[in-house]
């Protein structure tokens, strides 16, 4: 006689789970973020993010096994944030210069209005290479892989340049040494930025697209004469 099998779990309460878990894991890497921004890595522990979630530290140690995962997850987080938004952008139809600028614009958008995340990013990674933030975990393919997502968003932008001294538009430089002083201008706003408490969404705007008009300039070819 055969064994009753197991009545399936509806699709949509599998979907709700799933949403739950990635909603909490969200909550987890902004606040993870936050202090990871304001203190340091060394200096932020699980306890301290389970303190600011108001949450038991069992609850980071359900998605995480341990403060480097997470460190490492927020910049993956943040990577992939930016890719999802600016690779469209990359592969539509246009001009190379018009879809530099709408990258730069976006990229920018991005950095000024999540902050924390994107400067943990932005300056964690560099931190690691040098080989001064986390010592001697043994997290060698982890930051292997946020590597590999950094190199893949900046061959985006190589790409596009490359497009545009094609076109003849932009200074004929080898396209992936070009993103460098590129992205220099957009991402030393991780350096200097701080939002005011009364700041306007559009103050904020204003911001990137004087950062992103810079960024672009650098690349143009002068007017003749």
Known sequence: MSKPTAPA??????????????ASRGEILQAAAELFMAFGYAATSIDAVAERLGATKGRIYHHYRSKADLYFDVQVAAMSRVMSAVE?????????????????????QILLTELPMQKVAVQGLERQLLGNSLGNTPSS??????????????????EVIDDGIREGVFVDLPPRLATKPFFGVL?????????????????VDNLARTLADFALRGLQKPAPG
């Open 9 to 22: 779990v509806p699709a949509h309460r599998v979907a709700g789970k799933d949403d739950a878990a990635s």
């Open 88 to 108: 469209p952008i990359a592969r539509q139809p246009g001009s190379a210069q018009q879809r530099l600028s709408a990258m730069a614009l976006c990229h920018a």
């Open 141 to 158: 393919k982890r930051l292997q892989a946020v590597i590999q997502l950094r190199d893949d968003y900046e061959r985006l932008f190589a």
């Open 187 to 203: 991402n030393w706003a991780t350096v200097w930025y701080s939002p005011r408490r009364l700041q306007s969404a559009e103050a």
